[in-house]
């Protein structure tokens, strides 16, 4: 009796571990796949404006350090692909979503470090980027998120750091409004423009193609 109930509380036991590396196991590959701090590299938002306003522009004030033992430089993107110049770092962004995959053609790119300029070990910079917002605010499931990605790397060795900064939307301003608002009746004028003359060329192959009258 005792011999069973020692045997049954073992294979208690040994589910429970079975169970728990399973677990850990589902753990580290959940987070192995996400966005995470580039092993070489850190972000941080300092500031940013007060107001993200719709087709406009937006300033956030990052601060980027090198924690690597190789100096960064600027990355070159050649056919949506990082050419493998060496190590570098490339600023990108996405409002409202984030993207479902981490790909240099989902985010938009931001001009960070200037051509030619290098970020040595141990080194950081502060600097004032300016991103374009898009035309509309989230919609749906969307939130108020700016996704900021800090890339380092060369080729397909790429680490991504991702930071949420939470904003305020903002109405589209007066100007942007008037300006999309002109662009839209001077394309109506030219449509306009392009019937009417269409109209005259139509009147005036039927008036040559009349036949003569004979007396």
């Known amino acids: 009796m005792v011999l069973r109930e020692g045997i049954g509380r073992g294979r208690g036991v040994s589910r429970m571990a079975r169970l728990l590396a399973i677990v850990v196991a589902w753990g580290s590959l959940s987070a192995s796949t996400g966005p995470g701090p580039a092993a070489g590299s850190e972000l ?6 007060s107001q993200a306003p719709a087709s406009s522009a937006f300033f956030v004030r990052v601060q980027v350090v090198n924690t690597g033992t190789e100096p960064l430089g600027r990355c070159h993107v050649v056919n ?11 600023l990108g962004y996405r409002f409202w979503r984030a993207p479902k995959r981490l790909t240099i053609p989902s ?15 141990g080194s950081h910079v502060d600097r ?38 939470p ?20 394309f109506g004028v030219y449509v306009l423009g392009l019937l009417w003359a269409l109209r005259r060329a139509v009147r005036g192959g039927r008036k040559g193609g009349a036949p003569a009258c004979s007396s």
């Open 80 to 90: 949506e692909r990082i050419a493998p110049e060496g190590p570098c770092v490339l």
């Open 128 to 165: 004032t980027v300016r991103l374009q917002t898009p035309r509309g605010g989230p919609r749906g499931e969307e939130q108020p998120l700016l996704h900021l990605y800090l890339i380092r790397g060369a080729g397909h060795a790429l680490e991504w750091t991702h930071l949420a900064v």
């Open 107 to 121: 985010i938009d790119r931001a001009e960070f470090l200037r051509p030619g300029e290098t970020l040595a070990p």
């Open 44 to 49: 941080t938002v300092l500031s940013h404006s």
């Open 167 to 186: 904003i305020l939307p903002g109405p589209v301003p007066a100007s942007v409004w008037f300006r999309e608002l002109g662009t839209r009746l001077l």
